[in-house]
């Protein structure tokens, strides 16, 4: 695993985006995994300047998401889905072609699971997973305890996910889904480069479990710790735990 420690976010943001537009240098039609959240943000933000100021072709490349909450209606504005047309798709001036996600309101959300996982199998794979961490060392919706070799599945959020998402649902815990379909880890392993973004003092203690405690299901995050070709970029505050 490497470590690559930067400034603040924004530096953080243009170091993942140059990585993306090297990728795309010689796999035009990359599959971008993407999550959502605060992290990513500055990713996405270089990576839209980067384009307008023509300094990349995003125009094949597809994107896939990583989780999802399970009870929103479609088109709910905090649904993953929704946040990614809004923050990336829009931006990168991606049509929902190129788009690749589960569908959490089927009737049966497991079936939905598994098409998700047969879908990413038929599209070549991941080539790109950009990953944040929850303050728990969650990875996707992959909540501590969750199996390392876990597939694309429903999950139950903890009490603290909920509370630390609360901030896109007026400030209230309660409004946050319990329910959200998650990559699993195993899934997330498969991608060929993973990349987790860190940043701020609330994750210092979850990122120094992840790349320095020992492999364990209660950090989920410290799977990563397994993948050939995984890159941790942390900011100075979120990388402050790190010995
Ligand atoms: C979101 C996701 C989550 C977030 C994590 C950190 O798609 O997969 O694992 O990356 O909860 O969220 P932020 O970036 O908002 O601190």
Do not use: W
Not at 162 to 191: C, K, S, W
Request: a negative charge; glycine letters at 12%; one cysteine or more.
């Amino acid at each position: 695993m490497e470590v690559v420690i930067v400034p603040d976010a924004e530096a953080g943001g243009r170091l993942v985006a140059e990585a993306v537009v090297r990728l795309l240098g010689h796999r035009p039609d990359a599959l971008l995994g993407v999550a959502t959240g605060s992290t990513p943000l500055p990713v996405y933000q270089a990576l839209a300047a980067t384009a307008a100021a023509g300094g990349a072709d995003l125009s094949r490349v597809r994107v896939a998401q990583l989780d999802e909450y399970v009870g929103l209606p479609a088109g709910h504005p905090e649904s993953y889905r929704s946040v990614l047309e809004r923050e990336v798709l829009a931006p990168l001036g991606l049509g929902p072609e190129a788009f690749l996600g589960p569908d959490s309101t089927a009737p049966d959300v497991a079936a939905a699971c598994r098409e998700y996982e047969r879908a990413l199998a038929a599209a070549g794979g991941v080539d790109l997973q950009l990953l944040g961490i929850g303050s728990d060392g969650h990875i996707g919706f992959n909540e501590p305890g969750s199996s390392l070799a876990s597939r694309t599945r429903i999950k139950t959020l903890t009490e603290r996910t909920r509370g630390d998402n609360a901030r896109y649902f007026g400030g209230d815990p309660g409004r946050v889904p319990r329910h959200v379909i998650t990559q699993g880890i195993g899934t997330i392993l498969e991608a060929r480069h993973v990349v987790l973004l860190a940043t701020g003092p609330n994750k210092a203690d979850a990122l120094a479990a992840a790349v320095e405690g020992p492999l364990a299901a209660r950090c989920p995050a410290s799977a990563l710790q397994l993948h050939p070709h995984a890159t941790v970029v942390a900011d100075e505050a979120a990388a402050s735990k790190l010995t």
